[in-house]
T-cell receptor, first 112, second 117 residues
Framework: QQQVKQSPQSLIVQKGGISIINCAYE??????FPWYQQFPGKGPALLIA?????SEKKEGRFTISFNKSAKQFSLHIMDSQPGDSATYFC???????????FGAGTRLTVKP | GAGVSQSPSNKVTEKGKDVELRCDPI?????LYWYRQSLGQGLEFLIY????????KSGLPSDRFSAERTGGSVSTLTIQRTQQEDSAVYLC????FGAGYDTGELFFGEGSRLTVL
């Protein structure tokens, strides 16, 4: 009953390359879409988030692209660095109650 | 405290025993979440508390799992008659949602690693 589907499960990118992680959802009540980053032994931490009133949000090297009609959103990491190596989770919730559901995660490895 | 605190950080137990995991959310946060993360897996939703509303228990995998939140603050996740498949990291998070300064951001603890032998 996973409400948010995430791909790929793992991703290897060379330093300086672009990392792209995709997510899809079915529940049309979702209207808040964050991405979380998790390092080994730590809890996830918010990286960037978007609401569906915009199609793109950029913060530094991290960009969320959102396609409301397709019910898909993606994370792009530009100029990927070894320090970006972590597990990334997309998530979604209805804004009126913040009942947050997560994707299965993507383990990103950036090779030097 | 400054962040979400979970205890114990590690728990090893024998199959069939009961365990309790504790979560201290950030002061003033009205929303509290429990997730389970199995080795190399995603974040499996367990339960969500929001203020005085009835909790969303739809993610609890069986009736061996229960959770309560006392006084709108500390939460305890209880697993009865533990099984080997319960071995995982149990993560707690809190957010300010509903407290008048909503950002939607979840703040996670570092988790309680449960190993059932």
């Amino acid at each position: 009953q996973q409400q948010v589907k995430q791909s790929p499960q793992s991703l290897i990118v060379q330093k300086g390359g672009i990392s792209i992680i995709n997510c899809a959802y079915e529940n049309t009540a979702f209207d808040y879409f964050p991405w979380y980053q998790q390092f080994p032994g730590k809890g996830p931490a918010l990286l960037i988030a978007i609401r569906p009133d915009v199609s793109e949000k950029k913060e530094g090297r991290f960009t969320i692209s959102f396609n409301k009609s397709a019910k898909q959103f993606s994370l792009h990491i530009m100029d990927s660095q070894p320090g970006d190596s972590a597990t990334y989770f997309c998530a979604a919730s209805p804004w009126n109650n913040n009942d947050m559901r997560f994707g299965a995660g993507t383990r990103l490895t950036v090779k030097p | 405290g400054a962040g979400v605190s979970q205890s114990p950080s590690n728990k090893v137990t024998e199959k069939g025993k009961d365990v309790e995991l504790r979560c201290d959310p950030i002061s003033g946060h009205t929303a509290l979440y429990w997730y389970r993360q199995s080795l190399g897996q995603g974040l499996e939703f367990l339960i969500y508390f929001q203020g005085n509303s009835a909790p969303d228990k739809s993610g609890l995998p069986s009736d061996r799992f229960s959770a309560e939140r006392t006084g709108g603050s500390v939460s305890t996740l209880t697993i009865q008659r533990t099984q080997q498949e319960d071995s995982a990291v149990y993560l707690c998070a809190s957010s300010s949602f509903g407290a008048g300064y909503d950002t939607g951001e979840l703040f996670f603890g570092e988790g309680s690693r449960l190993t059932v032998l």
